[in-house]
């Protein structure tokens, strides 16, 4: 199994970036799927997840009516569209996959992990 995220990247306040993670050897189709991050010198945190079926979403209050996360399983690919960012959404931001339902990002625990991809907000 294998999660790679990619489309980090530098970008200035107020800027917007979307990520994409693409999944081989697993169907996405069969999974919840999320998005975390985590920033240096603090904790990981969820960010979004989408449930399997049918495309129920959550997000974290810090990234609620900013971010938005979606999927193409006939790509086999998650997306983080992000917008309005801000210096505090610096962080490596990793995309996971589970067969649990993700009530909340901070509360969701997959098995399926990806490589991260850097987003840094600066002037």
């Known amino acids: 199994v294998q999660l790679q995220a990619s489309g980090g990247g530098l970008v200035q306040p107020g800027g917007s970036l979307k990520l994409s993670c693409v999944a081989s050897g697993i169907s996405l189709d069969y999974y919840t799927l999320g998005w975390f991050r985590q920033a240096p010198g603090k904790e990981r945190e969820g960010v979004a997840c989408i449930s399997m079926s049918d495309d129920i979403t959550n997000y974290a209050d810090a990234v609620k009516g900013r971010f938005t996360i979606s999927r193409d399983n006939a790509k086999n690919t998650l997306y983080l569209e992000m917008h309005g960012l801000a210096p505090e959404d610096t962080a490596t931001y990793y995309c996971?996959?589970?067969?649990?339902?993700?009530?909340?990002?901070?509360?969701?625990?997959?098995?399926?992990w990806g490589r991260g991809t850097q987003v840094t907000v600066s002037s």
């Open positions: 996971a996959a589970g067969s649990t339902w993700c009530a909340q990002p901070d509360n969701w625990y997959p098995l399926n």
